[in-house]
């Protein structure tokens, strides 16, 4: 199956701080989807971006499907922005592969 | 618009036990999917739904069992709970293989 591996594993911010999560996967996808995970455990779309480059307010994404990366980038951090942030792919076929998350701290 | 939602929040059963899990899948959709979370890791994928119909399965032995009904709503059966079992439950539902949007999840724990 489709290995995606994420960086860094853990990242400190101060508030306002800027910051950019990456994923790299193995094989081509067809789907790409960036989830924040709150602490009771839901994941929240951030973005449905199997390629090119979106924004939602402070947040913004890019995938170079060519090159098999993603990076999320997140500006002007907030204490609401901690959580873990979730990289999952799937290529022709059904199923999310996601990586092993990045444990943003955003401290006041 | 109805959200994807799960049933029950948290649950606790005892080693060699059964579960049934329960998903209701956000309005429009026709696709459901399980994951399981161990603490500190990503969702693995259990099986997949698509118009009642198993449609795609990931490394789990056959006691993980699931159905689809005609409103597609799902249940994800565990049969012979084991301690490794213990995990957070997501569902997750789709309009065909498209983007998917997850449940708040179902907390097991199995003692």
């Known amino acids: 199956g489709i290995q995606v591996e994420q960086s860094p594993p853990d990242l400190i911010l101060q508030e306002g701080a800027n910051s950019t999560l990456r994923c790299n996967f193995s094989?081509?996808?067809?789907?790409l989807q960036w989830f924040h995970q709150n602490p009771w455990g839901q994941l929240i779309n951030l973005f449905y971006?199997?390629?090119g480059t979106k924004q939602n307010g402070r947040l913004s994404a890019t995938t170079v499907a060519t090159e098999r990366y993603s990076l999320l980038y997140i500006s002007s951090s907030q204490t609401t922005d901690s959580g873990v942030y979730f990289c999952a792919v799937s290529a022709n076929d059904y199923k999310l592969s996601f990586g092993a998350g990045t444990t943003v701290t955003v401290r006041a | 618009e109805t959200g994807v939602t799960q049933s029950p929040t948290h649950l606790i059963k005892t080693r060699g036990q059964q579960v049934t899990l329960r998903c209701s899948s956000q309005?429009?959709?026709?696709?459901v999917s399980w994951y399981q979370q161990a603490l500190g890791q990503g969702p693995q994928f259990i099986f997949q739904y698509y118009r009642e119909e198993e449609n795609g399965r990931g490394n789990f032995p056959p006691r993980f069992s699931g159905l689809q009904f005609p409103n597609y709503s799902s249940e994800l059966n565990v049969n012979a709970l084991e301690l490794d079992d213990s995990a957070l439950y997501l569902c997750a539902s789709s309009l065909d293989i498209h983007e998917q949007y997850f449940g708040p999840g179902t907390r097991l724990t199995v003692t």
């Open positions: 971006i199997p390629s």
């Open positions: 094989d081509s996808v067809n789907n």
């Open positions: 309005s429009g959709h026709n696709t």
